[in-house]
């Protein structure tokens, strides 16, 4: 039997975030009561992949880019090929608005709002990616991989700035056999 490696991993994350993250994001309204609204990022807008181009629609989007996975250790055959590893996951929040619509601090607002929420979810709340489907404990521990880069406003196309927020995950997990 082959060694799985990393194929469930940016998946999972995605799912926890499916489930976990409007209602983080609507409490995060609750506490901040200064009349902004954070949108909830629709299913279709979260994507296993790193994307560079997001069309106008898919805002916020979540991308994810899985950098690197470290094994800590590997079980040989009588012991069933089990992995134990490190994985590390780049996840990346997309936030686009108009610039007649909105001004950069609301941006820089609704961006902080998002890298919050997502931190909170799988850090905090959901930090062994317990789904609703499956509230089983999926990986040992989920923990930051370095510090949260709130990134720079981008122009892209007319009248618009992109941000995107990178945070990195940090995913323990050792493969059930």
């Given at each position: 039997m082959a060694l799985r490696m990393a194929s469930a991993i940016p998946a999972r994350v995605i799912q926890v975030l499916q489930d976990r993250l409007p209602a983080e994001l609507d409490l995060i309204d609750a506490e901040e009561a200064d009349g902004i609204t954070t949108g909830d990022v629709s299913n279709e807008d979260y994507f296993e992949f790193d994307r560079d181009m997001l069309h106008a629609d898919q805002f916020p989007a979540v991308t994810l880019n899985l950098r690197e996975i470290d094994p800590i250790e590997v079980l040989p055959d009588l012991h069933g090929k089990r992995l134990d590893a490190r994985y590390i996951v780049d996840v990346k929040i997309h936030v686009r608005r108009q610039i007649d619509v909105d001004d950069a601090t609301r941006l820089q607002k609704l961006i902080h709002r998002y890298t919050v929420g997502i931190f909170r979810v799988l850090f905090?709340?959901?930090?062994?990616?317990?789904?609703?489907?499956d509230p089983t404990h999926f990986a040992e521990i989920v923990t930051p991989a370095g510090s949260v880069n709130l990134g720079p406003e981008a122009a892209q196309g007319s009248g618009s700035f992109v941000r995107t927020a990178t945070i990195p995950v940090s995913v323990r997990r050792r493969e059930a056999r």
């Open positions: 905090v709340m959901y930090e062994k990616l317990q789904t609703i489907a």
